[in-house]
């Protein structure tokens, strides 16, 4: 049972344009999101987190929506840069019992920029 | 540069033999998480170790075994390995348990011969 999907494998778009990654989650007892960007050969990098009870964080070029009702999240890239170029991977956690901090992870999406 | 060390890089190793994997957290950070990715599951939790102690686990295998030591580092030991062992380890570290983020390693690549 998945519970946080990526449902684009891939997507491709023009440097300068916005890239917009996507994430569903099913359970509800997540209250923390997290993205990732993973470059070939490394381990994932830490970008940008929201907590459940915002909407939105701004950091730089990136801003995650959280939008509970639908169970959906997103990330924005503006501008997209080449060096942008890499998997990303959506992640949630729900706090368990004594604050475990166990994330569950989407099986990524593959973001190329073309310059 | 996470801050987080993994080592080795690489194992090859054959069925039935046991190997211990070795993560040295970020400097400060007090839990330890160990993920693993395969081709068709994507990364999924293991266990995490806070202080020195177990505190959650997920699909941990009973042959794999993991323990965090006085000075914070922490092994992953799996045996009796199989080819569906074949694997990216990550290792992950962050101060406390609260809401903040975990910071990886780049993976140990285990192969299974």
């Known amino acids: 049972d998945q519970q946080v999907k990526q449902n684009s494998p891939s997507l491709s778009v023009q440097e300068g344009r916005i890239s917009i990654l996507n994430c569903d989650y099913t359970n509800s007892m997540f209250d923390y999101f997290l993205w990732y960007k993973k470059y070939p050969a490394e381990g994932p990098t830490f970008l940008i987190s929201i907590s459940s009870i915002k909407d939105k964080n701004e950091d730089g070029r990136f801003t995650v929506f959280l939008n509970k009702s639908a169970k959906h999240l997103s990330l924005h890239i503006v501008p997209s840069q080449p060096g942008d170029s890499a998997v990303y991977f959506c992640a949630a956690s729900a706090g368990g019992e004594g604050g475990s901090e166990k994330l569950v992870f989407g099986k990524g999406t593959k973001l190329t920029v073309n310059p | 540069d996470s801050g987080v060390t993994q080592t080795p890089k690489h194992l090859i190793t054959a069925t039935g033999q046991r190997v211990t994997l070795r993560c040295s957290p970020r400097?400060?950070?007090?839990?330890v998480y160990w993920y693993q990715q395969s081709l068709d599951q994507g990364l999924q939790f293991l266990i995490q170790y806070y202080n020195g102690e177990e505190r959650a686990k997920g699909n941990i295998l009973e042959r794999f075994s993991a323990q965090q030591f006085p000075d914070l580092h922490s092994e992953l030991n799996l045996s009796s390995l199989e080819l569906g062992d074949s694997a990216l380890y990550f290792c992950?570290?962050?101060?406390?348990?609260?809401?903040?983020?975990?910071?990886f390693g780049d993976g140990t690549r285990l192969s299974i011969l």
């Open positions: 400097s400060g950070d007090l839990s």
């Open positions: 992950a570290s962050s101060v406390g348990i609260s809401r903040e983020p975990q910071h």
